[in-house]
């Protein structure tokens, strides 16, 4: 009856829109952290697929959580090793850092591995409108909303940590035909980090670029305005109409403050704390329950209410930062 189920709600899901979570673990040991985030996201999406790729003895190790809340195993040893992942492992190609910082080589290794896999998994399970995820990132709002705001043209979805590198925390990839284009790039430009790679790409494929973080340059731009930093009229781009919703997209930010707010809501779900509200000058950071009494958080500028769909929280107990105890 379960797999009856099951099948039921993912058939359901995808006839909405085709989408899937994948994460990708390649150490001998899973982060516990990515128990929460998987909680995380059935607190907000009931029918969206979730893959995780993985050892077996991993999944093993966590079987009975996995298949309560419908994660699909994928063996990481079952995928085929691309002639591309044979090259990067002999060590023909590292960025900049690797070669300078020898200590940083074992990061970068996992980062491009994780991604290597990726493509792998999808060259065999040719799903389009994938979110890729890090243990340590809460959702706080369904995918099938936020794939709403993301337009068919688009093949990616990124989040800026500054100017010249991409979060890795929270990814939408259109596509195989989408992900072989970052490998193209990786063995043809220079670059120090994975983060700085996607950056190079963003930079590139600006028309196949969905920017998650869109509201967050519109929210500090306006503040800084108002703080008289900036020359950008205080009002004027909270007026922009592009038919998107004003969420914004945390790529390690809004988590580090979020961290420091007790969650004490008040009977009308919306007051303001009295401690640790104010973070930065002219904003309001604040937990808040939905309508269906799942806590989530906002930032008020002004008369402006922007949601946070999600925090990267990747240090610590993750469990005061869900939504559902």
Same mark, same amino acid.
């Given at each position: 009856?379960?797999?009856?189920?099951?099948?039921?709600?993912? =058939? /359901?899901?995808?006839?909405?829109?085709?989408?899937?979570? @994948?994460?990708? #673990?390649?150490? &001998?040991?899973?982060?516990?952290? *990515?128990?929460?985030?998987?909680?995380?996201?059935?607190?907000?999406?009931?029918?969206?697929?979730?893959?995780?790729?993985?050892?077996?003895?991993?999944?093993?190790?966590?079987?009975?959580?996995?298949?309560?809340?419908?994660?699909?195993?994928?063996?990481?040893?079952?995928?085929?090793?691309?002639?591309?992942?044979?090259?990067?492992?002999?060590?023909?190609?590292?960025?900049?850092?690797?070669?300078?910082?020898?200590?940083?080589?074992?990061?970068?290794?996992?980062?491009?591995?994780?991604?290597?896999?990726?493509?792998?998994?999808?060259?065999?399970?040719?799903?389009?409108?994938?979110?890729?995820?890090?243990?340590?990132?809460?959702?706080?709002?369904?995918?099938?909303?936020?794939?709403?705001? =993301? /337009?068919?043209?688009?093949?990616?979805?990124?989040?800026? @940590?500054?100017? #010249?590198?991409? &979060?890795?925390?929270?990814?939408? *990839?259109?596509?195989?035909?989408?992900?072989?284009?970052?490998?193209?790039?990786?063995?043809?430009?220079?670059?120090?980090?994975?983060?700085?790679?996607?950056?190079?790409?963003?930079?590139?494929?600006?028309?196949?670029?969905?920017?998650?973080?869109?509201?967050?340059?519109?929210?500090?731009?306006?503040?800084?305005?108002?703080?008289?930093?900036?020359?950008?009229?205080?009002?004027?781009?909270?007026?922009?109409?592009?038919?998107?919703?004003?969420?914004?997209?945390?790529?390690?930010?809004?988590?580090?403050?979020?961290?420091?707010?007790?969650?004490?809501?008040?009977?009308?779900?919306?007051?303001?704390?009295?401690?640790?509200?104010?973070?930065?000058?002219?904003?309001?950071?604040?937990?808040?329950?939905?309508?269906?009494?799942?806590?989530?958080?906002?930032?008020?500028?002004?008369?402006?209410?922007?949601?946070?769909?999600?925090?990267?929280?990747?240090?610590?107990?993750?469990?005061?930062?869900?939504?559902?105890?």
């Amino acid at each position: 009856m379960r797999f009856f189920i099951l099948c039921f709600v993912v =058939i /359901s899901g995808l006839c909405a829109k085709e989408h899937a979570v @994948v994460f990708v #673990e390649t150490r &001998s040991v899973v982060s516990p952290q *990515i128990l929460d985030s998987i909680k995380q996201i059935r607190t907000f999406s009931y029918a969206t697929p979730i893959y995780f790729v993985t050892h077996k003895k991993n999944f093993i190790l966590y079987r009975d959580f996995f298949v309560q809340n419908d994660v699909f195993f994928i063996g990481q040893e079952s995928l085929r090793i691309s002639e591309e992942h044979k090259i990067f492992r002999k060590g023909h190609h590292m960025p900049l850092n690797c070669i300078r910082f020898p200590n940083e080589k074992r990061f970068w290794n996992e980062q491009a591995e994780e991604f290597f896999y990726l493509a792998a998994f999808l060259q065999e399970h040719p799903i389009k409108n994938v979110f890729f995820m890090t243990p340590g990132n809460l959702m706080y709002c369904s995918f099938e909303e936020l794939l709403e705001s =993301i /337009s068919f043209e688009k093949e990616f979805g990124f989040t800026n @940590v500054d100017q #010249e590198n991409i &979060s890795l925390d929270l990814l939408y *990839i259109r596509d195989i035909e989408a992900l072989e284009k970052i490998f193209k790039l990786m063995f043809s430009v220079e670059y120090r980090s994975f983060g700085g790679l996607l950056g190079r790409l963003s930079n590139l494929e600006q028309k196949n670029i969905h920017d998650l973080a869109r509201w967050n340059k519109v929210l500090f731009n306006s503040m800084y305005a108002k703080l008289g930093l900036s020359k950008v009229n205080a009002t004027e781009p909270m007026n922009q109409k592009n038919g998107s919703k004003k969420y914004l997209s945390d790529s390690g930010f809004f988590g580090d403050i979020f961290r420091n707010i007790p969650y004490n809501p008040s009977e009308d779900k919306d007051s303001k704390e009295d401690n640790n509200t104010h973070q930065i000058k002219y904003l309001d950071c604040r937990w808040v329950n939905d309508s269906q009494g799942r806590k989530v958080p906002i930032v008020k500028f002004g008369d402006e209410r922007y949601p946070i769909i999600n925090l990267c929280i990747n240090k610590g107990d993750l469990t005061p930062f869900l939504s559902v105890k």
